[in-house]
């Protein structure tokens, strides 16, 4: 079936534009002729593979939500529980260029996902699965409040994020208090679970 | 001086307006004539008190710090460092109506401000005063590495704000991871700090 891997093919690279495009200026600048003048198309070609400029960014969306889910398997889960937190919340946050890219784009479509009924299930079902696979691995590392402690190891990777991309001269303070909330909600963990 | 008082009051429901707009759309529908609109105005009677959207943008922002400064001095500071942390957090939480619109407008802005170098000033100042506000509470209670909790609840109260304003099913788990987190960042400042 050359053709229809074709199509996913041409409307996974008019993703990856859009995404660039939300990245590099915002996902206010994002329209179905933006993405089209970034990719080289005529927007009547990007209408060809997405009907709505909704229906790119759900599946922009969901473009960026799997490459939540890739890295998070990248980790090696044989790793102490703290190092592996910390690996896998260093994959998120905007460090580098590709991973600035990458955050700008999940936390413009966050934002967006208060207005946006398609996008919020999107994140909700990334949200669910990233935390069903970290409530895992504290089980495994018999860390108490395994769901309250995955909750609370969510929201401060998104939060340390969103503050680092508009405050990059803030890295080094924020990866102090990355290092310091991890070293405190596992420590509950060696207390109580007794490791 | 009853014009410039005049004018100022006119900027402030002009920006009230546009946090509004923010709130209910999200900040890609907020231009100069939806903002009119929202307040009944022309867009050329806005543009006698804004010359470009990003000046009704950065005045508006401003007054969204101003709230969360004025909120946090609401907070009683004679609370127990636990509970006044937990107060202050509640506050920017999207648990009812007024709350969502603020943290809702609040969070737009965060994003915009990776790609508005004017807006990201503004969101820095304002974590900057946040911050050492916070760092004085946490020094009084004795806990350790103040600079790193305080960034570290910060973090985790925006984290929190932006799920809970795309999936409002998610507010009871949250709640408590915010508890959770909030027993782990305190607990270690009562060990150490033998409170």
Excluded: N
Aim: net charge negative.
């Amino acid at each position: 079936m050359p053709k229809i891997v074709d199509r996913q093919e041409q409307r996974r690279r008019i993703g990856a534009a859009l995404l660039r495009l939300a990245a590099e200026q915002g996902l206010d600048q994002v329209s179905v002729r933006t993405v089209a003048a970034a990719c080289g198309r005529s927007a009547g070609a990007v209408q060809k593979y997405f009907s709505t400029k909704e229906d790119m960014l759900v599946f922009a969306a969901e473009m960026a939500g799997e490459r939540i889910e890739e890295r998070m398997a990248l980790v090696d889960t044989g790793l102490p529980l703290r190092q592996a937190l910390h690996e896998l919340i260093l994959t998120t946050l905007p460090l580098d260029e590709e991973r600035r890219a990458e955050a700008a784009a999940q936390l413009a479509f966050a934002v967006h996902a208060a207005h946006h009924p398609r996008l919020g299930a999107i994140r909700r079902q990334v949200d669910d699965d990233v935390k069903q696979a970290l409530v895992a691995w504290l089980e495994t590392a018999a860390c108490p409040a395994p769901a309250a402690t995955a909750d609370a190891v969510i929201a401060l990777s998104d939060g340390l994020a969103l503050r680092m991309l508009y405050a990059p001269e803030q890295h080094a303070p924020l990866l102090a208090a990355l290092d310091h909330a991890l070293d405190t909600l596992t420590a509950v963990g060696r207390q109580v679970g007794g490791g």
